[in-house]
């Protein structure tokens, strides 16, 4: 058996790492986390998947554990504003379509019509337009059939979750990453705070220790890179190639904002907001204390002054003393993550860009297959493998989705917007672009392995970009009635606007607490 891992890098990726093995394999290994207090943390990712509770469920901590802690809020949706053209809003919702005589609500909307498919067809575009929380003053979730395990954790992983989950969370990542080592060490990781000056390597090229400034050499069996876009192991120690998706997606930079703001007068919408800009796209996550910004973009089109300076008039006032964070983001993935017995997890394994939030999703991700995968003093290679081929094919279907967003946005209003049509695809979406000229994506016709977004998720962003619809809907729908189709609609709408009454606002909600 392994015994002792060493995860170098602290942050959100280290601390999620250590605590989330640490109460998979208990005593059974020992965990060390060395992090430098000179190496600043990117500290932007606060918005998540709805699988990240499966986190917080696995370590037993209840929402009232740690929400507080992290100033954090709930998150139902990602709104999309002036993607299509300007003005126009659309949301990607967490929330599943029914089907319809086996046809989804998506595929009737394309034949009988309506105003925007979203809100004609779900409930939850609503209740993010309506400021509202995705619980009663109870705790109570609105949506009663499904399992709530917020304040009643129980352990679960991702690949459990059968049912689309209504809510994720925005929350500030450095107080979680602090939160979190503050748990784990409580529970036994030992915290070396400390600057790692070397990476010592056997004659075989596995890593045999760190070399650190004032705490000598510390040792491991397995290490986990979790240094971010450096990549001290991986990269660095390891030379293991980055294949960049540079070609396939057109952003490479950020400029962030923490923004004071009284949240009882801000607008506190439960979504992440994506505003699409010249040359890029502004996200805005409402915090419970704060409102997290920033501007993505592509320094072909825009220079890293320009971009600071159209996110500050973006904000207005409010953001005037707040410091720019500027961030070159490494956009990619190594050819493999894990390599010898080093396994690099978080931005040193690979990033898109934050437009679907899936940073700690990949975090997240990448630590479930470890405890899946984990060796023992054999080093299996087929384990090893086996992991590789799973986060890679993970890290490629999101690539996807997102080249999804830029070429079928109807918007081409700039240079920056314009080029995003002219990119290359990545291998195989050509020819899934023309099967959805025809007719909408379904479980046979998107990226087939797993990587976060169901069927549901294409038809959403197709139907709200508005760059790349089918030339008609479906035929065979010709032949049906409609009317169980309509009523499904109205049922949604009706759903929606008693719920948007019932509902406390998110602000009221989180003060309750």
């Given at each position: 058996?392994?015994?002792?891992?060493v995860?170098?890098?602290?942050?959100?990726a280290?601390?999620?790492?250590?605590?989330?093995?640490?109460?998979?394999?208990?005593?059974?290994?020992?965990?060390?986390?060395?992090?430098?207090?000179?190496?600043?943390?990117?500290?932007?990712?606060?918005?998540?998947?709805?699988?990240?509770?499966?986190?917080?469920?696995?370590?037993?901590?209840?929402?009232?554990?740690?929400?507080?802690?992290?100033?954090?809020?709930?998150?139902?949706?990602?709104?999309?504003?002036?993607?299509?053209?300007?003005?126009?809003?659309?949301?990607?919702?967490?929330?599943?379509?029914?089907?319809?005589?086996?046809f989804?609500?998506?595929?009737?909307?394309?034949?009988?019509?309506?105003?925007?498919?979203?809100?004609?067809?779900?409930?939850?575009p609503?209740?993010?337009?309506?400021?509202?929380?995705?619980?009663?003053?109870?705790?109570?979730?609105?949506?009663?059939?499904?399992?709530?395990?917020?304040?009643?954790?129980?352990r679960?992983?991702?690949?459990?979750?059968?049912?689309?989950?209504?809510?994720?969370?925005?929350?500030?990542?450095?107080?979680?990453?602090?939160?979190?080592?503050?748990?784990?060490?409580?529970?036994?990781?030992?915290?070396?705070?400390?600057?790692?000056?070397?990476?010592?390597?056997?004659?075989?090229?596995?890593?045999?220790?760190?070399?650190?400034?004032?705490?000598g050499?510390?040792?491991?069996?397995?290490?986990?890179?979790?240094?971010?876009?450096?990549?001290?192991?991986?990269?660095?120690?390891?030379?293991?190639?980055?294949?960049?998706?540079?070609?396939?997606?057109?952003?490479?930079?950020?400029?962030?904002?923490?923004?004071?703001?009284?949240?009882?007068?801000?607008?506190?919408r439960?979504?992440?907001?994506?505003?699409?800009?010249?040359?890029?796209?502004?996200?805005?996550?409402?915090?419970?204390?704060?409102?997290?910004?920033?501007?993505?973009?592509?320094d072909?089109?825009?220079?890293?002054?320009?971009?600071?300076?159209?996110?500050?008039?973006?904000?207005?006032p409010?953001?005037?003393?707040?410091?720019?964070?500027?961030?070159?983001?490494?956009?990619?993935?190594?050819?493999?993550?894990?390599?010898?017995?080093?396994?690099?997890?978080?931005?040193?394994?690979?990033?898109?860009?934050?437009?679907?939030?899936?940073?700690i999703?990949?975090?997240?991700?990448g630590?479930?297959?470890?405890?899946?995968?984990?060796?023992?003093?054999?080093?299996q290679?087929?384990?090893?493998?086996?992991?590789?081929?799973?986060?890679?094919?993970?890290?490629?279907?999101?690539?996807?989705?997102?080249?999804?967003?830029?070429?079928?946005?109807?918007?081409?209003?700039?240079?920056?917007?314009?080029?995003?049509?002219?990119?290359?695809?990545?291998?195989?979406?050509?020819?899934?672009?023309?099967?959805?000229?025809?007719?909408?994506?379904?479980?046979?016709?998107?990226?087939?392995?797993y990587?976060?977004?169901?069927?549901?998720?294409?038809?959403?962003?197709?139907?709200?970009?508005?760059?790349?619809?089918?030339?008609?809907?479906?035929?065979?729908?010709?032949?049906?009635?409609?009317?169980?189709?309509r009523?499904?609609?109205?049922?949604?709408?009706?759903?929606?606007?008693?719920?948007?009454?019932?509902?406390?606002?998110?602000h009221?909600?989180?003060?309750?607490?």
């Amino acid at each position: 058996m392994l015994r002792n891992v060493v995860i170098v890098g602290g942050g959100t990726a280290g601390w999620m790492t250590a605590t989330y093995l640490k109460e998979a394999f208990g005593e059974r290994i020992s965990v060390t986390v060395v992090e430098s207090d000179r190496v600043p943390t990117i500290g932007v990712g606060e918005a998540t998947f709805s699988t990240v509770r499966h986190f917080f469920d696995y370590l037993g901590l209840s929402e009232q554990d740690w929400m507080p802690a992290c100033n954090a809020s709930y998150k139902l949706a990602i709104r999309f504003e002036n993607w299509r053209e300007p003005g126009h809003v659309f949301y990607h919702p967490f929330e599943r379509m029914p089907k319809v005589q086996g046809f989804t609500l998506a595929d009737w909307w394309l034949k009988l019509g309506g105003e925007r498919f979203d809100k004609d067809c779900m409930v939850i575009p609503a209740l993010c337009d309506a400021e509202r929380s995705p619980k009663f003053l109870d705790g109570n979730l609105f949506e009663r059939s499904l399992h709530d395990s917020g304040d009643r954790p129980r352990r679960s992983t991702m690949s459990e979750q059968d049912t689309q989950f209504p809510y994720a969370y925005h929350f500030d990542a450095a107080l979680l990453a602090e939160f979190l080592a503050d748990w784990g060490t409580r529970r036994g990781i030992r915290r070396v705070r400390d600057d790692v000056l070397d990476v010592s390597q056997d004659e075989r090229g596995w890593i045999t220790h760190v070399v650190t400034r004032e705490h000598g050499d510390i040792t491991g069996e397995l290490f986990v890179d979790c240094t971010g876009f450096r990549g001290l192991l991986i990269n660095q120690t390891l030379d293991e190639p980055f294949e960049s998706y540079q070609e396939y997606l057109p952003n490479n930079r950020a400029v962030a904002l923490r923004v004071p703001a009284d949240m009882a007068e801000a607008e506190m919408r439960p979504c992440t907001t994506a505003t699409a800009m010249d040359a890029g796209w502004i996200w805005t996550i409402p915090l419970a204390n704060r409102i997290g910004t920033g501007y993505v973009y592509a320094d072909d089109f825009c220079s890293p002054e320009e971009a600071e300076r159209t996110l500050r008039e973006f904000v207005g006032p409010a953001g005037a003393d707040a410091e720019a964070n500027h961030i070159r983001m490494r956009i990619g993935r190594n050819r493999n993550s894990w390599v010898r017995n080093c396994v690099a997890i978080g931005l040193s394994s690979g990033f898109v860009e934050p437009l679907e939030s899936t940073g700690i999703f990949f975090i997240q991700y990448g630590i479930e297959q470890l405890v899946k995968h984990f060796p023992d003093e054999t080093w299996q290679p087929e384990l090893t493998t086996a992991y590789n081929s799973a986060i890679g094919r993970c890290l490629d279907g999101v690539r996807d989705f997102l080249v999804v967003h830029y070429r079928c946005a109807a918007r081409a209003d700039t240079p920056y917007w314009k080029a995003t049509k002219d990119r290359v695809l990545p291998p195989g979406l050509a020819e899934r672009l023309q099967a959805w000229s025809a007719r909408l994506p379904d479980e046979s016709s998107v990226y087939p392995h797993y990587h976060g977004f169901e069927p549901y998720s294409y038809n959403l962003m197709l139907l709200g970009l508005g760059g790349h619809l089918p030339a008609r809907s479906l035929p065979a729908l010709d032949y049906l009635d409609d009317t169980a189709a309509r009523a499904e609609m109205a049922r949604a709408q009706e759903r929606a606007a008693q719920l948007v009454d019932a509902l406390p606002s998110l602000h009221d909600y989180l003060l309750s607490r």
